[in-house]
């Protein structure tokens, strides 16, 4: 046993100091995962950044939102009232279109922590927004759920026509200046989608708007 002392010990001492070493080289390591981990929290600022936002995004949102609940009041109308099936399945299109976007755009406006336009705003409480003229009036709205078969779709597609272009106006103003890559992908989406449907509007009005 008093050999075998001796040799254990030194056989422990050899053991610890291999111990050492490896976790000295597992610290080190751990060090340099330290410091990708740290490059990879200073990625979580480059996901920020996939979410960076402006006030000109903040501003489409908040801006689009009431714009786009008033063309989706004006679509429903057309199921009752309009004599043209092309008016009908326009309207149709819009409303599937738009709805989707107003959810969208409030998801984004939560998450910024900005407030979210009600439906039903007051919409002279957008008189002072870029592009927001083309809003009808309560009076428009009045007249056009007053109106039916021809008139409602000649009513109907020349108020969208207008209501269309200061869709494209704001979004536009979008595509230049706002930041936030989700917002300006939707932007381009309606600059490209309402122009065509402005096109295919005034060619219905050319025709009288009304023919099935």
Known sequence: MTTRTPTCRAALVAATGLASLVLAACGGGGGAGGVRAGHGSSANPSASTATAHN???????Q????HHQQALEMARLADGRASSARVKDLAARIEKAQDPEIRTMTGWL??????????GTDRSGHAGMSGMSDM??????????KAGGKDF???FLSLMVDHHQGAVAMAT???????????KGMAGGIVSAQN?????????????GSKG
Do not use: C, H, N
């Open 110 to 119: 939560k998450t910024w922590g900005a407030q979210v336009p009600m439906a």
């Open 196 to 208: 065509a449907e402005i096109k295919e509007m005034k060619q219905l009005l050319g025709e009288g």
């Open 136 to 145: 009808m009036s309560d009076d428009d709205m009045a007249a056009l759920k």
């Open 63 to 66: 801006g689009m939102i009431p």
């Open 173 to 183: 103003t979008e595509k230049r200046k706002g930041e936030y890559g989700p917002a």
């Open 55 to 61: 006030a000109q995004d903040v501003a489409f949102a």
């Open 153 to 155: 779709d000649t009513m």
